[in-house]
């Protein structure tokens, strides 16, 4: 069954009526994040106020004690008291726009974050499936059930043909082990094993009945393309 988050990517991946399937995860969620950033931007200038608000507040408290003081203790004079609200009050005004601006970008960027690169994910997903009339599959239990040759966790798996007369497993992975370092993605393939040597550009072993071929790729590359080059020398 569906949990609540995979309902809710689902959900968010319906945002989009797709005329042709995207070609790449990127361009997936480039889409998503035009669409997703008018909401970032009510959440950003929200954050903004919130903060801005609370450390001028801050910044006016300050100004009203020092009054206070000089109004409590002769031994505070009047005059530096009102310099240092003043100043109070002014470097309060500016410290509370620059951390509110900082802490608004933060929080758009977290949100176009969040949103779009799993919506964008699932959109591709369900993209390539029709394009290479391929059936989706639990990209966690294929995890649990191949030992594959590299670091990292299962973003999403196919099944079905993947060519003339070869079924087997298609699947796109990420390794994010070395943060803060970027993260490595790999392609890989899943058929039954033939003997075959790595075709160039690929690499491959044979293990438990299986023949896994891979490709280490960019960001960009996990892509229609390269996902149609690995199927046909799985």
């Known amino acids: 069954e569906p949990d609540a988050r ?23 969620q480039e889409r998503y994040k035009q669409d997703v950033k008018p909401l970032a931007e009510r959440t950003g200038w929200k954050v903004y106020g919130i903060v801005a608000i609370s450390l001028f507040v801050f910044s006016l408290l300050v100004a009203a004690a020092s009054l206070g003081l000089s109004l409590a203790f002769k031994e505070y004079p009047t005059p530096i008291a009102i310099v240092v609200a003043v100043v109070s009050v002014g470097l309060g ?3 509370a726009n620059r951390i509110g ?26 993209g390539y499936a029709e394009h290479a009339g391929l059936t989706r599959e639990d990209h966690e239990e294929l995890r649990r059930r191949l030992a594959v040759p590299f670091r990292g966790r299962c ?9 003339p007369g070869r079924a087997g497993h298609l699947s796109v992975w990420i390794d994010a082990t070395n943060t803060p370092e970027p993260p490595r993605f790999y ?9 075959a040597r ?20 960019s960001s960009v590359q996990r892509a229609d393309h390269r996902l149609d080059q690995l199927r046909a020398v799985a």
């Open 198 to 217: 790595a075709s160039s550009g690929f690499e491959s072993k044979e293990t438990d009945g299986l023949r896994l071929t891979w490709q280490e790729v």
């Open 93 to 95: 005004a500016i410290t």
């Open 101 to 126: 601006l900082e802490t608004g970008q933060e929080a758009l960027d977290d949100r176009l974050k969040s949103s779009a690169v799993p919506w964008g994910i699932e959109a591709f997903a369900r």
């Open 155 to 163: 973003q999403i798996a196919w099944q079905g043909e993947l060519a």
């Open 6 to 28: 995979d309902e809710w990517v689902r959900a968010g991946a319906d945002l989009v009526n797709w005329e042709e399937p995207p070609v790449s995860i990127i361009a997936a």
């Open 187 to 195: 392609l890989l393939a899943a058929a039954p094993k033939n003997g």
